[in-house]
């Protein structure tokens, strides 16, 4: 049990918080980067937010983050979109949540994805308008909002697709979509579906959504990478990428920015 334990807090240190690889990317970035905060209700949920290095007022993109709760590498994701000239935030999820009343940074490794998956579905998609809503009141952005999220954070951002009508549009990697076929019919904006050939269990579930997705007459678009698992994103660019993840991963990229563009 005590072998057990360890390796899961090992792989949560190597593929959740602890990523040196990412945050070395990040120190290095000559964007701006800040911390905000906003709220919901009584809640203050903290986010990071990475600003373009442009002239003009750009499009926002609100990261929802893996199971592994905010981490370098969602950071260095944020920053990543703001080299390609959009605003990023993305909200600590489990801010107010840890001990005493601390974010991810305050949990045991070992708990974070316990603690991830127990969040409540109401207050996600609470902190999620509040951050929308924050969104569309920084000068700098051109109140385009979209949001994008990774596994868990993927499922998250097809269901607040269900719950927010001004998104311009919802970017599902690796996430399931929601069975509710009432929740469907909220949807206002196209969605784009990124999943791995080898991730059986995501995969399984793209069917039936492309069938429900058609049916309502919502444009939802699910692109497959062969040879790539689930997390392709992330694994993609860590330092022993494998080729399927990293060509998956660059992939996906080109084609997110494609969608992106349109928002400008």
């Known amino acids: 049990m005590r072998l057990l334990s360890a390796i899961l807090v090992f792989c949560l240190c190597?593929?959740?918080?602890?990523?040196?690889?990412?945050?070395?990317?990040?120190?290095?970035?000559?964007?701006?980067?800040?911390?905000?905060?906003?709220?919901?209700?009584?809640?203050?949920?903290?986010?990071?937010?990475?600003?373009?290095e442009v002239k003009g007022k750009a499009p926002v993109v609100i990261l929802i983050h893996e199971i592994f709760g905010m981490s370098d590498w969602i950071k260095s994701v944020?920053?990543?979109?703001?080299?390609e000239g959009y605003i990023a935030i993305a909200p600590d999820l489990l801010s107010g949540m840890g001990p005493g009343g601390g974010r991810t940074d305050s949990f045991e490794a070992s708990k974070i994805t316990e603690a991830v998956s127990s969040l409540p579905p109401d207050q996600v998609t609470g902190d999620l308008n509040a951050v929308a809503d924050y969104a569309l009141t920084i000068p700098a952005g051109n109140r385009k909002i979209s949001v994008a999220g990774f596994c868990w954070g993927g499922t998250q951002s097809f269901r607040f697709a269900t719950n927010r009508?001004?998104?311009?549009v919802a970017c599902v990697f690796y996430g399931s979509g929601p069975d509710d076929e009432e929740a469907l019919k909220r949807i206002n904006t196209p969605v784009l579906g990124f999943y791995g050939g080898n991730?059986?269990?995501?995969?399984?579930?793209?069917?039936?959504?492309?069938?429900?997705?058609?049916?309502?007459?919502?444009?939802?678009?699910?692109?497959?990478?062969?040879?790539?698992?689930?997390?392709?994103?992330?694994?993609?660019?860590?330092?022993?990428?494998?080729?399927?993840?990293?060509?998956?991963?660059?992939?996906?990229?080109?084609?997110?920015?494609?969608?992106?563009?349109?928002?400008?």
């Not at 944020?78 to 080299?83: E, G, N, Q, T, V």
């Open 165 to 168: 009508k001004d998104l311009s």
């Open 199 to 264: 991730d059986a269990r995501i995969g399984a579930t793209v069917p039936k959504t492309v069938e429900a997705m058609a049916k309502l007459g919502k444009h939802y678009e699910a692109i497959t990478y062969t040879g790539a698992g689930h997390g392709f994103m992330r694994a993609g660019q860590m330092p022993d990428a494998g080729e399927e993840n990293k060509a998956a991963r660059d992939k996906a990229w080109t084609k997110w920015l494609s969608v992106l563009a349109r928002l400008r």
């Open 78 to 83: 944020a920053d990543d979109l703001a080299a």
């Open 14 to 52: 190597v593929f959740g918080t602890a990523q040196d690889w990412a945050k070395a990317r990040l120190e290095k970035s000559p964007r701006h980067q800040e911390w905000v905060e906003v709220t919901n209700g009584t809640r203050k949920v903290k986010a990071f937010v990475v600003y373009p």
